[in-house]
């Protein structure tokens, strides 16, 4: 149920249907358990197997996927919880709506915490979530009208009509119908145009960035769905205790939840339900075990935990979700958008026109100075070659141009629009798009999902159409475009491959081809053959030129200078951050002054 994103092999045709059947016969086995002669016991284990995976779900997607590690999950369970609890006690309202005011105010809480810290990186960001944990932790143990450590008690049963969720076994079918909607809806996230967006964070924000993706944007959402998750668990844990307190909601809890989330697989929705189950039901055995041969009582349990967490990151780092489902095969994405329409083009400018000005742009670090006032312009129809010797300063223009970097002065302008102070996201919307020195990818994901990614700005199709499958059509037509670029540099064959497997000048292309999905009018291209054998490299040339034929002009840095001066127009040379010449390939390669730049003589 994974999105696919695994290479083909052999088997795979069987992939599919023997994925769904596995998933087909958990679902059978979650609606009979409950009519089973099991004990009771049973059931309430795998009551809160399911709470604790929906908590342990909101993780693999916030830290597993996004790359944002977070310890404070527990506190928005107690959000959930607290919420239902007092309105159902105080002012008597049905927990149905008691829900949505429990989701509203958590969502309202996730947006104001996810505001200040998510704009933290590094340790910062996972201390930051262990302080509001805590906060929200000791408001809830500290407020009188919430009963204190006490907490409330004699909290109602859900009903829906005459039936009583708290009779019987009725409660399991809440629990798991919510848990399993839950992993359905963020699979189907995943493998959408948002789920690639957040994929993305986890490999770095500059290239998603580059590809039009707000990655702060995209950081905020899925810390909002994690947090509605853990609220949900919470509504559902305070009815079906009938009582909270606020033990459930501390660190302690928010650790062991990221346990769960790390053990399951980190990275793999259903892995959360691995993790849930291992957790719960060795740390029972343990709790019964352990006092009995150290002879003396204490949360004992932790210590195993943190033995176990460190085995599993040492021989299965992925969880032990992915590590057992390997042996089944990954079902390959099946091909439906050859006839989906094909996404809207933008204009293209006239030849000779205006494209890009580059006036006296400056970047300064400190006291070095890596690019000294360099000037230069591009017209539409044009290759265009930045050459130079190695720490010239060639990537750092390019940074500046495209917006990675901030300018210390200068000014750039793009078909006459200042796009001095613009980000990177917001020029590559405008039709600048480019390629990196060294290849910047999601290894995890396939060629087709990467180049897909630079369709990113395209699309409009948010997180909740994703969950409800509501953005098919749109997704179709974003993966005939990835197909048609990913032809036209002689991927087609490779569109399944996961990205990670290939050679260098196979991800080199493919990043092209990612740029290229951006529907660029300037691409600039850093080291385009890098890595490229010399037929690849002539049929990289091919493209190139095609592309221009096409009407993209084209900027690119290159270290082949056979390359460069058979395809280029003009070339701008720089030496130390400097602008040392401007001409034709046969005025460049004539200059002695190029000649000392590089062989430190002019003779």
Same mark, same amino acid.
């Given at each position: 149920m994974e999105p696919a994103s695994a290479a083909p092999g052999a088997g795979r045709a069987a992939g599919v249907p023997l994925r769904t059947a596995i998933f087909g016969a958990f679902v059978a086995l979650a609606v009979v358990l409950p009519q089973l002669p099991v004990p009771d016991f049973w059931i309430t284990q795998a009551n809160y197997i399911g709470l604790y995976a929906l908590v342990a779900m909101g993780l693999v997607l916030l830290t597993g996927v996004a790359g944002l590690t977070s310890f404070g999950q527990a506190a928005f369970v107690g959000i959930g919880s607290y919420a239902t609890a007092y309105l159902s006690t105080s002012l008597g309202l049905s927990p149905w709506l008691n829900l949505f005011v429990g989701l509203a105010l958590t969502c309202l809480s996730a947006l104001v915490l996810g505001w200040i810290t998510l704009r933290m990186s590094g340790h910062y960001l996972p201390l930051a979530t262990i302080a509001w944990c805590l906060a929200l932790n000791y408001t809830m143990a500290n407020m009188e009208w919430l009963g204190k450590f006490d907490g409330i008690l004699g909290v109602p049963p859900i009903t829906l009509g005459a039936l009583d969720f708290t009779e019987g076994r009725n409660i399991f079918y809440l629990i798991w119908g919510a848990a399993l909607a839950a992993a359905v809806a963020l699979v189907n996230l995943l493998d959408s145009r948002a789920g690639r967006a957040i994929r993305a964070l986890n490999g770095g924000v500059v290239m998603a960035e580059a590809m039009g993706v707000s990655t702060f944007r995209y950081k905020v959402q899925v810390f909002v769905i994690a947090a509605l998750l853990a609220a949900v668990s919470g509504w559902l844990f305070a009815h079906f205790q009938r009582t909270v307190n606020p033990s459930p909601y501390g660190i302690k809890w928010g650790i062991e939840y990221l346990i769960m989330a790390v053990i399951g697989g980190v990275g793999s929705v259903w892995g959360a339900f691995a993790g849930a189950a291992v957790v719960k039901l060795i740390e029972d055995q343990l709790q019964v075990l352990l006092p009995s041969l150290i002879g003396t009582a204490g949360n004992f349990e932790i210590v195993v935990f943190g033995i176990a967490l460190v085995l599993v990151l040492k021989y299965a780092p992925q969880g032990l979700w992915p590590y057992v489902s390997g042996w089944v095969p990954a079902p390959r *994405? =099946? !091909?439906?958008?050859?006839?989906?329409? $094909? +996404?809207?083009? *933008? =204009? !293209?400018?006239?030849?000779?026109?205006? $494209? +890009?000005?580059?006036?006296?742009?400056?970047?300064?670090?400190?006291? $070095?100075?890596?690019?000294?006032?360099?000037?230069?312009?591009?017209?539409?129809?044009?290759?265009?070659?930045?050459?130079?010797?190695?720490?010239a300063g060639k990537s750092t223009t390019f940074n500046l141009v495209t917006g990675v970097l901030a300018k210390s002065g200068g000014t750039v302008r793009f078909r006459g629009e200042d796009i001095t102070a613009l980000r990177s996201r917001e020029i590559a919307r405008r039709g600048l798009s480019r390629t990196f020195q060294h290849v910047r990818m999601m290894p995890g994901m396939t060629v087709l999902e990467n180049v897909a990614l630079g369709g990113h700005q395209r699309g409009r199709s948010g997180a909740i159409r994703a969950m409800l499958r509501l953005d098919r059509a749109e997704e179709r037509r974003l993966f005939r475009e990835a197909e048609r670029q990913l032809a036209r540099i002689g991927m087609a064959g490779q569109v399944h491959e996961l990205a990670g497997n290939l050679a260098l000048g196979r991800q080199r292309l493919m990043e092209i081809a990612r740029a290229l999905c951006t529907d660029p009018v300037l691409l600039l291209l850093d080291e385009p053959a890098a890595g490229l054998r010399h037929l690849e490299k002539q049929a990289l040339a091919d493209v190139l030129r095609q592309l221009k034929a096409e009407g993209v002009s084209l900027l690119l840095v290159e270290h082949d200078m056979d390359f460069v001066m058979n395809l280029t127009d003009r070339i701008v040379v720089m030496e130390f951050g400097t602008k040392l010449m401007e001409g034709t390939p046969v005025e460049v390669q004539a200059s002695p002054a190029v000649r000392a730049a590089y062989l430190g003589t002019e003779h």
């Open positions: *994405r =099946a !091909r439906d958008w050859a006839e989906a329409p $094909l +996404l809207a083009e *933008r =204009a !293209r400018p006239a030849p000779g026109e205006a $494209l +890009l000005e580059v006036d006296m742009v400056r970047k300064q670090f400190g006291g $070095l100075v890596a690019v000294n006032d360099v000037s230069f312009a591009i017209r539409a129809g044009e290759i265009c070659g930045l050459i130079g010797p190695n720490g």
